[in-house]
């Protein structure tokens, strides 16, 4: 089955400044990497995603990289700030349907003022 | 709030209790799942339900019995659980063959 793994587990910056979190894969047949964020006490909720025949896609500050041969996807933050502190999970999908989703063990993402 | 409704929020009980999780979804879902968080580990999958049938059981231990009585109710039966089962329990729903999970807030268990 697929396996997905997620670092770092822990991340602070620097209001201002950009966050990384990497995410790799082991299904060469998933096509389908969602991000999801979940602040302290609330539920997760999808941000971004990307499909498989696309290489980035951005959403504002938000954008996510997919690199297909290397099985690695990123979930790349500018300019954050402190509302963007919270769990941030990828998943990966080799169906497109939410019952497929592997997700990885989460990033503590902390943004200092 | 609408969306993915999940009850109690919180939930204390001992090995020997029997206690229900509740999950309700408004969003005309068709499929609904349960996963457990534990700190530090990724979500796991424990049970998916499409148009009320299980599809789905990923090894889960019998002391965690679901129930689907309808597409947008979701329980999860608990009995004899183990301290090691303490964790935050999501339902999530979506529709089939669509990618994006909506999840609940949970149920923060504790097992003692």
């Known amino acids: 089955g697929e396996n997905v793994e997620q670092h770092p587990s822990t991340l602070s910056v620097q209001e201002g400044d950009s966050a990384v979190i990497k995410c790799t894969y082991s299904?060469?047949?998933?096509?389908?990497f969602p991000w999801y964020k979940q602040e302290l006490g609330k539920r997760p909720q999808l941000i971004i995603d990307i499909r498989s025949n696309v290489g980035e896609k951005k959403d504002q500050r938000i954008a996510v990289t997919l690199n297909k041969t290397a099985k690695h996807f990123s979930l790349h933050i500018t300019e954050t700030q402190p509302e963007d502190s919270a769990v941030y999970f990828c998943?990966?999908?080799?169906?497109?349907?939410?019952?497929?989703?592997?997700f990885g063990s989460g990033t503590q993402l902390t943004v200092l003022p | 709030e609408t969306g993915v409704t999940q009850t109690p929020r919180h939930l204390v009980m001992g090995m020997t209790n029997k206690k229900s999780l509740k999950c309700e979804q408004h969003?005309?879902?068709?499929?609904m799942y349960w996963y457990k968080q534990s700190a530090k580990k990724p979500l796991e999958l424990m049970f998916v339900?499409?148009?009320?049938?299980?599809?789905e059981n990923n090894s889960v231990p019998s002391r965690f019995s679901p129930e689907c009585p309808n597409s947008s109710h979701l329980f999860l039966h608990l009995h004899t659980l183990q301290p090691e089962d303490s964790a935050l329990y999501l339902c999530?729903?979506?529709?089939?063959?669509?990618?994006?999970?909506?999840f609940g807030q949970g149920t923060r268990l504790t097992v003692v």
């Open positions: 299904d060469s047949a998933s096509n389908y």
């Open positions: 969003l005309g879902h068709n499929a």
């Open positions: 999530a729903s979506s529709q089939d063959g669509r990618a994006e999970a909506f």
């Open positions: 339900y499409n148009f009320k049938e299980q599809t």
């Open positions: 998943a990966a999908s080799n169906s497109g349907s939410a019952r497929q989703l592997t």
